[in-house]
């Protein structure tokens, strides 16, 4: 961006004229997709490809021995990477060569990416003309950029892949899933509300947002609680690291492993019992129970407690840091003052971590939020253990129902919301103490 | 400790009746902390315990553990490698525990380089490339993470199978990869997708970090931004990258919902059979405790040689999903 290469024809139009331009053609584009699409649909309709499309690639990636597809991937895209990171270095430059280069990419790029996606022979020629006119707004926008030709080409194609990465994967399918939650089962026909008001009424719905709700407040108490004491009562003791790596490795185990281990713990049966929770309730002198089929809420509790036991481990690791941190001196100077133990703990190490806990407080809640794992592998959601963000997926696979679907995948995004603007606030208030 | 004791003691030694006060502090911090040290193996072994149960009932002969708890095992020992090799075949002729371990690595390993090349790049821009909107575009990116992944996998899974259709105007057809073998294409995609947020935000803290000058210099030596990202950030960005590839490389190894919904049924990952296995399993335990070692055997083996990075990168990452 630094390279600067004052084209005369450059100067002698006002900037007004490119803005002008620009603009005519974006409305150009939007125009063309309206044509587009409202086009009457032709029965029978084939896609059209080059000869080669990513369909075909996939296809042909697809029928190899998974082993081989992991090298091929990887040489495939690194390819990509590369030309793109060509493109970035050259493109740019000043000079007639560098120029054509700089056409051809933005002419060719849009076109092949669109090709590639095998449009059908009815919209071909307007998915090809939409493709020649963004790359020739490309192309314009960037040789009339005030920080010199090749500065938007560059950006552009540095932010590009990730970009269409988030709009299509991200940002459309939200969008779509919240129009969605206003329609039924089939998404054919507009219910209003009645999916919402689904979701409060019918058990799955209902249990499933109370269950939530009890996660996201237990959860993130319990194991920042356990964490926090654990990592103070280890701090500085002998076998640290070890002691630490005992509660810490669930962290890396699955939801899925996690939820086999703990379901040996609650096995039930007749007879003797190979559960270890069940051995010691019938040693104690009690009847054996069925843990995960125990109604009301203890089965949640049960699931509940497997959550925690892979959290803990997280938010010991990170107070434990913390807690490094805080300074000596302040603690000294509190048992000099003649601060017990507790006091110390309370008045200077906790002060200390604050910003830590709260941190580890609200991922926490986060997760609760979205699991999935525990609720599939240990009850498939049965006896009123369901939660959001697996009736989410039931309702989808299990009943083929878009629509109620969708509307708890919404009340889910609310459920969230708050805590993701929190963090987007604190983020930004950390960026300007920078 | 002795350069933060040493004002201590000297305020002590100028006071007697402190002084005696605090040795009975010493004294009785030593037993708080006596107590704290035993309290914390309690939790220890708490922690440690079911997995060590399934960890023996592994190893142990299945008429064995299907009639006494594994702790009958210390005064009653037998063991047997029977229960792995007996987990890796079943799962009927479709696919096999052993087969969708394969699988697992077939997914995991793509899906943690395509986001990280993806996101380096755009990280790379949003700290180096200044532009208009800049931040703002940025933090956008980051609040991305509000939208939970079980709100775009429907939709996102109708655009990969049924393609695009606005107003009856078919614009592009699915992808038709329903008679492949082994397709993974759509799983990577969809992870690569679902990563892209968070690690556009670590690469980015990491790599706006990197001093100016010495991208300056660069420049000033006649190198572009492609040799600058190729040949300066990456090496220099490396230990970010690593942290994050591991933290990326486990979410997806331990990942069921993305598998269960994008999958085809010959290409789903460990998880998602050792799931669907675990339910006609039921209450045989050799199988299910086997079956759980071996999903679980390649993130542990990961943790402890790679734990300073794994730390790290969790750390960092702790937000997703």
């Known amino acids: ?434 | 400790m002795t350069a933060i004791d040493e004002p201590g003691i000297r305020a002590a030694t100028a006071l007697t009746a402190r002084e005696v006060k605090r040795q009975e502090k010493d004294a009785r911090n030593k037993l708080t902390s006596r107590g704290a040290t035993l309290a914390a193996i309690v939790i220890a072994v708490v922690w440690t315990i079911p997995t060590f149960g399934l960890f023996v009932t592994s190893f142990r002969p299945g008429a064995d553990s299907a009639t006494t708890g594994w702790w009958t095992v210390f005064t009653n020992p037998s063991f047997t490698l029977q229960n792995y090799a007996d987990a890796m075949t079943s799962g009927g002729t479709a696919l096999t525990l052993g087969q969708s371990f394969i699988n697992s690595l077939a997914i995991a390993i793509p899906a943690t380089i395509i986001p990280i090349a993806v996101a380096s790049l755009a990280a790379y821009a949003f700290a180096w490339i200044p532009f208009k909107g800049r931040s703002i575009v940025f933090v956008g990116v980051f609040a991305l993470q509000i939208v939970p992944i079980q709100m775009a996998l429907v939709p996102l899974l109708s655009l990969f199978s049924r393609g695009l259709t606005i107003n009856g105007v078919e614009l592009f057809p699915g992808f038709t990869l329903r008679d492949v073998d082994h397709s993974f294409a759509t799983v990577w995609i969809a992870h690569a997708i679902f990563a892209m947020p968070l690690a556009i935000f670590i690469l980015h803290n990491f790599i706006s970090e990197i001093p100016g000058e010495i991208i300056e210099a660069a420049r000033v030596d006649g190198a572009g931004h492609g040799q600058i990202f190729f040949r300066l950030i990456l090496p220099l960005a490396m230990p970010a990258i690593a942290s994050f590839a591991i933290f990326q490389f486990l979410w997806v190894w331990n990942d069921l919902l993305v598998a269960t919904i994008f999958a085809p049924s010959s290409s789903l990952p460990l998880t998602q059979t050792l799931n669907s296995l675990s339910g006609s399993w039921g209450a045989q335990w050799y199988l299910q405790s086997a079956g759980a070692f071996i999903s679980i055997i390649v993130p542990l083996v990961v943790f402890f040689s790679l734990q300073r990075f794994f730390v790290r990168g969790l750390l960092a990452g702790a937000t997703k999903g």
């Open chain 1, 1 to 434: 961006m630094a390279v600067v290469s004052p084209g005369v024809s450059r100067r002698r139009i006002p900037r007004s004229v490119t803005g002008v331009i620009v603009a005519v053609a974006a409305i150009a584009i939007v125009a063309l997709f309206a044509v587009m699409i409202t086009r009457q649909p032709v029965d029978g309709a084939v896609p059209t490809s080059l000869g080669f499309s990513l369909n075909s690639f996939f296809v042909w990636i697809g029928g190899l021995h998974p082993l081989l597809q992991i090298p091929i991937i990887a040489i495939v895209f690194a390819a990509v990477v590369g030309v793109i990171l060509v493109l970035i270095e050259f493109a740019p430059r000043p000079g007639p060569g560098y120029f054509w280069l700089r056409v051809a990419a933005c002419f060719v790029i849009p076109f092949l990416a669109f090709m590639l996606l095998r449009p059908y022979q009815n919209a071909t020629i307007y998915v090809v003309g939409i493709a020649l006119l963004a790359g020739a707004l490309l192309f314009f926008a960037d040789y009339r950029a005030r920080a010199g030709s090749g500065y938007v080409f560059q950006l552009v194609i540095f932010l590009a892949p990730a970009a269409l990465l988030l709009l299509l994967g991200l940002v459309y399918p939200a969008l779509s899933t919240i129009w969605q939650s206003f329609f039924d089962k089939t998404g054919d026909t507009f219910v209003g509300l009645e999916n919402y008001a689904w979701t409060f009424t019918n058990p799955d719905g209902f249990w499933s947002v109370i269950n939530t709700l009890i996660w996201a407040l237990v959860a993130p108490l319990f194991s920042t609680v356990i964490g926090l004491v654990y990592a103070v009562f280890i701090d500085r003791a002998r076998g640290e690291k070890f002691l630490k790596v005992l509660v810490f490795m669930p962290v890396a185990i699955s939801f899925v492993g996690a939820g086999i281990i703990w379901k040996f713990v609650y096995d039930f049966r007749q007879g003797d019992q190979v559960g270890l929770l069940n051995a010691i309730v019938t040693g104690l002198g009690g009847e054996p129970v069925s843990w995960l089929a125990a109604q009301p809420l203890i089965n949640t509790f049960c699931l509940l407690i497997v959550f925690i036991w892979t959290q803990t481990g997280f938010a010991m690791v990170l107070l434990s840091a913390a807690i490094k941190a805080v300074p000596g001196e302040q603690i000294e100077a509190a048992r000099l003052d003649g601060a017990n133990a507790w006091e110390v703990f309370r008045n200077v190490t906790v002060p200390g971590i604050r910003s830590s806990i709260v941190v580890v407080l609200t991922t926490i809640t986060i997760a609760s939020l979205k699991v999935y794992d525990i609720v599939a592998v240990m009850t498939g959601g049965r006896n009123n253990s369901t939660v959001l963000g697996f009736e989410m997926v039931n309702q989808q696979q299990r009943f083929q129902s878009y629509g109620h679907s969708s509307a708890l995948a919404v009340v889910l995004f609310l459920f969230v919301l708050p805590l993701i603007i929190y963090n987007v606030r604190q983020m930004r208030k950390q960026k300007e103490i920078r």
